[in-house]
Each structure stands twice: as C-alpha cells, then as structure tokens.
C-alpha cells in the first residue's frame, strides 16, 4: 500500500472526482478526511469506506470560509493527530460570456477555487511544517494551461493553482513539503454534465456538438478522462517518496493538452 498510514483531507470528496480521490487513498492505505458542504453526502461516503475496513471520517467545509477550514483542519488534527496530503478539490462553475458575467458569480468562482486553495493551504502547511513534512496537490484542470469561451473566472482560478503551487513548492521545500497540480480533461461529473446544456444555448448548438465538437474535439480518442484515472494521478503524485516531483502541473486529459 502506497499511502499506508498516512493522513489525507480531500475537500469537495463527497460526490466525483473528490470522492474517487478519497476513495483511491483509502484503498492505498491512508486514513481519509472527507470535507464538504454537504454533510450527508459526506457521511454517507465516510460509512462506505468505513463498511469496506477504511479508516475516515467527515468534516463539514466551506473552504471559501477561514473559520469552517480552521476548524475542519483542526478536527482532522484532533482525530489522526497530522496531515499528510491535501487535497484542494473543491469547485463552481459559471458558464456566461463574460460581458454579461455578474461580479457576484466571479468573485464565487474565484472564493472556493482561490480563497479556498489559499485557506486550506495555509492550515496544512501549519501542520505540516510542525511535523516535517507533506503534500498538497491541487485540483487544476486544462483550463490551466487553456482558455476556453464562457468559463473567464474559472480559468482564470485554475490558472492561479499553478502560481500558488510554484509559490508553495519553493516555500516548503525547506520543510519537507511538495506541491503539485492536478490538469484533467473534461470528467463527466455532476459539474461538467450541467455545463453540457448551458453551453449548448450559449453557443446555439446541440448538446450532442456540445461533447463532440466543443469538449472532446481535441482529444486523440473522442473520450472523457473518468475519476478513476484522475484519482491514478493523485496517488502517484501523493505516494512519490522524494522532492524531485514538486511545482509542477500533470496533464490527465487523453491528449487534449499536450506538454
């Protein structure tokens, strides 16, 4: 087991690639935090680990909010006593071309991709530097690397993670700390399949040229990446065992990117 008794906090690990992420750790050994808005849903996927022999438990997070992170983090602390590996997953979408954006949805986008990336960042390193060590990998996307029409404040959020990833990465280094970007494709999560729709009447095109024409074009097989192998890189970014992987962004999208 790669991550056998390690501690991991996944926020945004109630439902899609969060979970699968959590889920993924847990089969490699670690115990896992599983913070989220949704309390339910989290608890629910706490007692599915729990039932298959994981260790896990849930943490209600809003990580746009500096009191509910400190508090989470410090539940999770309270319970396994460290933290090894953060995930910063949680996300929004907005799909509006950004003329008729309101200033409301992009300051959201940017709360829980940066604010939240920030909030959480910050409360891991406390730990981490104290205990000498850790990993932090941050849920980028293509839109990392690319920027597509209607999506302005959330490439312009996941375009910040690969700054604040560089930033922590020579930060930390000196504590033991890693720090890497996670860039996949389009997953067909809740998330994704919701824009399917919106981006068709934005764009005055069928739903079906939505996937095909507009999402998949670029890749070299005409699929979406899934959780699982998004979670595949997770592991092998969070199980590397030295500082020679750090700052640096992992392109998980069947070529529709290429570095």
């Not at 980028?140 to 690397?145: L, Q």
Request: neutral net charge; hydrophobic residues 45%.
């Amino acid at each position: 087991m790669r991550l056998r008794d390690k501690v991991a906090l996944v926020t945004g690990a109630a439902g899609g690639i969060g979970r699968e992420i959590a889920r993924a750790f847990a089969r490699e050994g670690a115990r896992v935090a599983i913070a989220d808005l949704d309390q339910d849903a989290a608890e629910r996927t706490v007692a599915e680990l729990v039932g298959e022999g994981r260790q896990a438990i849930a943490t209600v997070m809003d990580v746009a909010s500096e009191a509910q992170v400190e508090a989470g983090m410090a539940r999770v602390i309270e319970a396994y006593g460290r933290i090894d590996i953060l995930v910063s997953n949680a996300g929004v979408q907005r799909v509006c071309p950004l003329e008729a954006l309101s200033f409301e949805d992009w300051r959201q986008v940017l709360a829980v991709h940066l604010d939240g990336a920030f909030l959480t960042t910050r409360a891991a390193l406390r730990q981490m530097y104290r205990q000498g060590g850790g990993t932090i990998l941050y849920m980028g996307s293509v839109h990392s690397k690319e920027a597509s029409r209607l999506k302005a404040p959330y490439v312009t959020a996941k375009h910040g993670l690969i700054g604040l990833a560089k930033t922590v990465a020579k930060e930390g280094a000196r504590h033991g700390v890693r720090a890497n970007v996670i860039c996949p494709g389009f997953v067909r999560t809740p998330l994704v399949q919701r824009q399917i729709p919106e981006q068709a009447r934005a764009l005055g095109i069928s739903e079906e040229s939505v996937v095909r024409d507009v999402m998949l074009r670029e890749t070299v097989d005409g699929e979406f990446t899934t959780t699982r192998e998004v979670a595949q890189a997770a592991v092998f970014l969070a199980s590397f065992e030295s500082g020679a992987l750090t700052g640096q962004s992992l392109v998980v999208s069947h070529g529709w990117f290429m570095q």
